[in-house]
């Protein structure tokens, strides 16, 4: 399995621009779950679905943050219009949810947003 | 979810067993204790997850208190490879897999 794949890896945009970024989870997966990840507030949980619905956005920072998850296999996080603020990494995770029993969230290596 | 509590760094000698240490006086019964790491420049990645008994797998151990307010994640032997943030998490037991990341202890092995 190629496990959970994220890109771009590496984005640089400028103030006001916006930006996607894109996240597969592991096939059978169906729970996902976005994190970002700055040295000043560490990892951070934006948004989680389950079955491809959103379950809890309370992490999301503020109206310019969205997510979606149109299908199993595909998740964005789009930030419109990007500020500095927003300069971080940010991961992608995903797990097998069986209700009752935990399951591990597996990674993805993560895209990190530069914004100028 | 319930807090936990953890040393900001440790450090250990290679080849020598690492017992870190986790502080959750305030968890509950349907809390799970869990423990991730990140690695530099990498996504965290589970290492060992428990509710009431302690747990081994091929990475580490996990020791937990009988009264469960805290926890000990063992490695049996620190290779250089571990140097990593340790994370112990606490999660409700019907929460989609949901994990709330604090500041970890920062582990430094030196050779």
């Known amino acids: 399995d190629a496990g959970v794949i994220q890109s771009p890896r590496h984005e640089v945009t400028e103030m006001g621009q916006e930006v996607t970024l894109r996240c597969k989870p592991i096939s059978g997966h169906n729970s996902l779950f976005w994190y970002r990840q700055t040295m000043m507030r560490g990892l951070e949980l934006l948004i989680y679905f389950n079955n491809n619905v959103p379950i809890d956005d309370s992490g999301m920072p503020e109206d310019r943050f969205s997510a979606k998850m149109p299908n199993a296999s595909f998740s964005t996080l789009k930030i419109q219009p990007s500020e500095p603020r927003d300069s971080a990494v940010y991961f992608c995770?995903?797990?097998?949810?069986?209700?009752?029993?935990?399951?591990?969230?597996?990674f993805g290596p993560g895209t990190r947003l530069t914004v100028l | 979810d319930a807090k936990t509590t953890q040393p900001n760094s440790m450090e250990s000698n290679e080849e020598e067993p690492v017992h870190l240490p986790c502080n959750h006086s305030t968890i509950s019964g349907t809390d799970y204790i869990h423990w991730y790491r990140q690695l530099p420049s990498q996504g965290p990645e589970y290492v060992i997850h428990?509710?009431?008994s302690n747990v081994n797998n091929r990475m580490a151990s996990l020791a937990i208190a009988e009264d469960r307010k805290s926890s000990t994640l063992i490695l049996h032997r620190a290779t250089l490879r571990d140097a990593a943030v340790y994370y112990c998490i606490l999660s409700r037991k019907t929460s989609y897999d949901k994990v709330i990341f604090g500041p970890g202890t920062s582990l430094s092995v030196i050779p």
């Open positions: 995770a995903s797990s097998l949810s069986s209700g009752g029993a935990y399951n591990e969230q597996f």
């Open positions: 428990g509710l009431t």
